[in-house]
């Protein structure tokens, strides 16, 4: 569970990796499912999942379990020094 500004708790889910041999089984729905009951049992608002932008079958996965895009990231490489 993550604090935030936002006064709602919500939960968050990454590095969901299942098995290639055991995937299209519904392995990774199960265990979505259970974190989700774990996550609303703790009175999370919502569970966020996090995955690569290019992560284009995760992302079908996600999908197809109920989630939807509401946010977009951004990052920067903190290894370069500044140069202004
Ligand atoms: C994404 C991942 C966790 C899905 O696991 P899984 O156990 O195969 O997923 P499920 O079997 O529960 O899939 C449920 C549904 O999601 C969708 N789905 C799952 N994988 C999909 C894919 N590669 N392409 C399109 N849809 C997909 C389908 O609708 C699927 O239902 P169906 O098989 O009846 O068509 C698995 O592919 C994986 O470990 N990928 C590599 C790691 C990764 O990218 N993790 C997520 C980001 S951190």
Redesign the pocket.
């Known amino acids: 569970m993550t604090d935030s500004l936002d006064p709602a708790p919500y939960a968050e889910l ?5 098995e290639p041999e ?9 265990l979505v499912k259970y974190v989700e009951g774990i996550a609303r049992e703790r009175g999370a608002s919502h569970l966020v999942v ?3 932008q290019n ?1 284009t ?2 992302q ?2 996600y999908r ?2 109920g989630y939807e895009e509401y946010a977009v990231a951004m990052r920067k490489s903190l290894k370069v020094a500044e140069t202004r």
Do not use: K
Not at 14 to 18: E, G, I
Not at 22 to 30: E, I, N, Q, T
């Open positions: 990454t590095d969901l990796f299942v055991a995937r299209r089984l519904g392995v990774a729905s199960r996090l995955t690569g992560n079958e995760a079908a996965f197809s379990a």
